[in-house]
């Protein structure tokens, strides 16, 4: 199988284990968060996480939990994000956002249950004594500190913070390292941890995961600024409306676009430890690579 | 030491935790966390944790993690709860809530950032191999799953989706249990296995938590029906006026208290096959009663 077809393999697994993880119960919460945790994400994360798991020769029944777990923590952050009191976002992946669909009340509380439920799937494998629950303890450490102060809500923050200030370079990367890139970065860790890696191997994959989470980041600023909603899915040109603090904003397009590249470069040459191993890992960040330039090639 | 007085030792105990945990940074999200989680709480979840723990010979250096990340969701849940779109509340504990002091982005995100630091601090102790990390996976199961949809999200949701109707006995009974019930009971509960309870003890724990649990907000029905702001440092009366589904609206106010009563006789219970052991908790459910009876006295 190549590699294209076994990353599409992988995110169907996925979306079969988030239905039974999240299952259709009838009441307003199920239906809320099942609305946006099956709205056509790319399951960029939870696919790289099982990648980097299956890459250090991890078994499948401890990673899927974690693959679901991050997809989850990923889209109670864009049910949040898009709240009237944040970005105020009415547009996601070409769907109405959560709170426009069933109000700000169930909005918040539907990403409060994604955020806490996947603590729980991350914990709901059986285990025998031994390594796998240190393991486990250590992999919902590393997402935890990533998804946390010192990572995505605080990046969450510092973005809102700096709307409409003139900002530097430096202050935009740590911005989306911690915003983007830390959470990605906890993906492919946190595969290594739960797949057993250790030394050189996880080091790879610590090193893969943050370059490839600020190259999503960079890759997120160019398809807004360059593309349409028609192919973004999303209302377009907001961070500029706002005065985000942009890649393309700081540098211009075509410095973005190099540090794009510049970035997923960094990646593929964190992954060079681990050889033929990583195989899917190589893959998914030529199409982060891609996915970046297509925006643009698509621009009106 | 008396029991109160190792209560009160204890509750200082986490509090000093709390503040190593949750540092001030003199950034805003670290401010607003902070706010709430020191607004003078009484520290109940995370006390009966430990007194839990304790009460089967667990080690404190691998509980107080526990006991402060129970404490940071239920700190979590009061922010996100206080906020326009939910309960709307604008006091609590005699000081304006959260969203009035941060705005509401700094308060919603204030309670994600808590709840993803719940999680961390729970996993943050060192351990070596062994049984100790099978009993930290199995805690966070309880914890999140009592957090979750089954049950404090849920009954949130529930709460407010029953609003202004009819309800039966058994359908106040039901919300409690979810809304406020799970998260003590779990914290009894999660006391125990990180304690490392089996058999007889641990349902001993998890009976008393449950039953503790719906005392309490039997005993919160009570004080909002019938004590003064002065007395509870929130607005009172809020229940009715929402037509909130309570003990008090449905049973009247005396069969309220007895069903108080009833239920910490329940947890008292529970407690026999732990003999002396139970010592703190005993006084922990006589607290409850007593902080509910005590609303109705200082009555206007």
């Not at 005065?243 to 540098?251: D, E, P």
Request: hydrophobic share 45%; charged share 25%; with cysteine.
């Amino acid at each position: 199988m190549n590699a294209e077809r076994a990353i599409i393999a992988r995110r169907r697994m996925v979306d079969r284990a988030l239905g039974r993880y999240v299952p259709a119960r009838g009441d307003t919460l199920s239906r809320a968060m099942r609305y946006s945790l099956f709205s056509g994400g790319k399951r960029l994360r939870s696919v790289l996480l099982l990648a980097a798991g299956e890459a250090v020769g991890g078994e499948r029944r401890l990673l899927l939990p974690f693959a679901c777990g991050i997809e989850m923590i990923h889209t109670y952050s864009l049910i949040h994000d898009d709240l009237p009191a944040i970005d105020d976002d009415a547009l996601r992946r070409g769907k109405p956002t959560a709170h426009c669909v069933f109000g700000e009340s169930t909005a918040i509380l539907a990403g409060d249950a994604l955020l806490t439920e996947a603590f729980r799937v991350m914990t709901s494998m059986s285990m025998g004594k031994g390594d796998a629950a240190l393991s486990v303890v250590t992999a919902i450490r590393a997402i935890a500190t990533a998804a946390g102060v010192r990572g995505m809500v605080g990046g969450q923050v510092a973005d809102l913070e700096h709307e409409g200030k003139r900002v530097s370079l430096a202050t935009v990367r740590g911005i989306h390292c911690r915003k983007t890139g830390a959470l990605i970065g906890a993906a492919s860790e946190a595969g290594g941890l739960v797949g057993g890696a250790s030394g050189a191997a996880l080091r790879a994959l610590t090193g893969y995961g943050r370059a490839l989470g600020l190259a999503v980041q960079i890759a997120d600023d160019v398809r807004d600024a360059e593309a349409s909603t028609a192919v973004t899915g999303k209302i377009t040109r907001r961070d500029q409306q706002r005065g985000k603090a942009t890649y393309v904003a700081v540098l211009g397009s075509a410095a973005a676009h190099a540090a794009l590249r510049r970035e997923v470069s960094r990646a593929l040459r964190a992954l060079r430890p681990l050889g033929d191993r990583a195989r899917l890992l190589t893959q998914l960040a030529r199409q982060v690579a891609e996915w970046g330039e297509a925006g643009a090639r698509h621009s009106s």
